[in-house]
């Protein structure tokens, strides 16, 4: 069974603080993205990482791919109040054409 | 409208009740998706259309049965459904590449249902 884990699950962090989140996953790929979901909306994409050792940046956010660790990262730099969220890493097996989302990281970040 | 929309936003049905959930998609896509998101669940994929055909069907109960007519519209019919199936569902389109592969998919705003 193909899984997609996130950790943490949760994470409350204050403003100006720097943190990663985690995107383990068990199969073989080379599509993975991101995306961000506010309470009660839907999910908005926020990166495409489409190769090993992609890596992408956004104002405050930065992905990572390492395709051989099946690992990928969401780095947040100097946290503010407008990045909470819960952030949804999928993934796109080589064989295949589903996608398979992570539980989410949902965060907060507090003044 | 552009992107993907969804109608109703919100639906409040009993279990006898018959109901669709509408999804368009102006983006110009080949591909249609509609997932089902519960509390604390990662998105469960229940069908995937590829060119109006159906791809993916992941074991999902007969009393979902989704349509689509063209690459632009989806629907998923209820009918006769739990109060289990009370969650959000979310519509997604994305542009499959030559060789299947998937590019970045695009979500709607979702319908909020409840099941009574």
């Known amino acids: 069974e193909l899984k997609v884990e996130q950790n943490p699950l949760f994470l409350s962090m204050q403003e100006g603080k720097n943190y990663t989140i985690y995107c383990n996953y068990s199969?073989?790929?080379?599509?993975l993205y991101w995306y961000r979901q506010d309470p009660g909306k839907s999910l908005e994409s926020l990166f495409v990482?489409?190769?090993?050792?992609a890596v992408k940046q956004e104002g405050r956010l930065m992905a990572s791919l390492d395709t051989k660790a099946r690992l990928s990262t969401l780095h947040i730099t100097a946290a503010v109040h407008d990045l909470s969220a819960t952030y949804f890493c999928?993934?796109?097996?080589?064989?295949?054409?589903?996608?398979?989302f992570g539980t989410g990281t949902s965060l907060t970040v507090i003044p | 409208e552009t992107g993907v929309t969804q109608t109703p936003r919100h639906l409040v049905m009993g279990m006898t009740n018959k109901k669709s959930l509408k999804c368009e998609q102006h983006l110009g896509h080949n591909a249609m998706y509609w997932y089902k998101q519960s509390a604390k669940k990662p998105l469960e994929l229940m069908f995937v259309?590829?060119?109006?055909?159906?791809?993916e069907n992941n074991s999902v109960p007969s009393r979902f049965s989704p349509e689509c007519p063209n690459s632009s519209h989806l629907f998923l019919h209820l009918h006769t459904l739990q109060p289990e199936d009370s969650a959000l569902y979310l519509c997604?389109?994305?542009?499959?590449?030559?060789?299947?592969?998937?590019?970045?998919?695009?979500f709607g705003p979702g319908t909020r249902l409840t099941v009574l």
């Open positions: 259309y590829n060119f109006k055909e159906q791809t």
């Open positions: 997604a389109s994305s542009q499959e590449g030559p060789l299947g592969s998937p590019n970045e998919q695009f």
């Open positions: 999928a993934v796109v097996p080589l064989t295949g054409n589903q996608f398979y």
């Open positions: 199969t073989t790929s080379d599509r």
């Open positions: 990482l489409l190769s090993n050792g």
